[in-house]
Nanobody, 122 residues
């Protein structure tokens, strides 16, 4: 059973940057593909970015491409989401998720964190 704990959220202004972290425990993180999801106020959760077990493959949704970067450090059991040029539409809860098989834009994940709040003021 993998446990995921996100951190790094906060209140920022439009144009600022944030770096989210997600630490995994209870399993060998290098066995899992990882992802970040975003749920805006009153909206459904949507996929933001994914990364394969070794980090060789990544995917970013069109809405964040060029602004957000996903990366991982398996030695530290951590996945990151570097968010630059934040916009008000990026406001919401960001969730970390894990699954065994990497699939570029899969939405079904086995393990989820509790989320971290990001608020971008314009």
């Amino acid at each position: 059973q993998v446990q995921l704990v996100e951190s790094g959220g906060g209140l920022v202004q439009a144009g600022d940057s944030l770096r989210l972290s997600c630490v995994a425990s209870g399993g060998t993180i290098s066995n899992y593909a990882l992802a970040w999801f975003h749920q805006g106020p009153g909206k459904e959760r949507e996929l933001v970015a994914t990364i394969s077990q070794t980090g060789a493959y990544t995917y970013a949704a069109d809405s964040v491409k060029g602004r957000f970067t996903i990366s991982r450090n398996n030695a530290k059991n951590t996945v990151f989401l570097q968010m630059n040029r934040l916009q008000s539409e990026d406001t919401g809860i960001y969730y970390c998720a894990a699954r065994i098989a990497y699939n570029t834009n899969a939405l079904q994940y086995n393990y989820w964190g509790q989320g971290t709040q990001v608020t971008v003021s314009s």
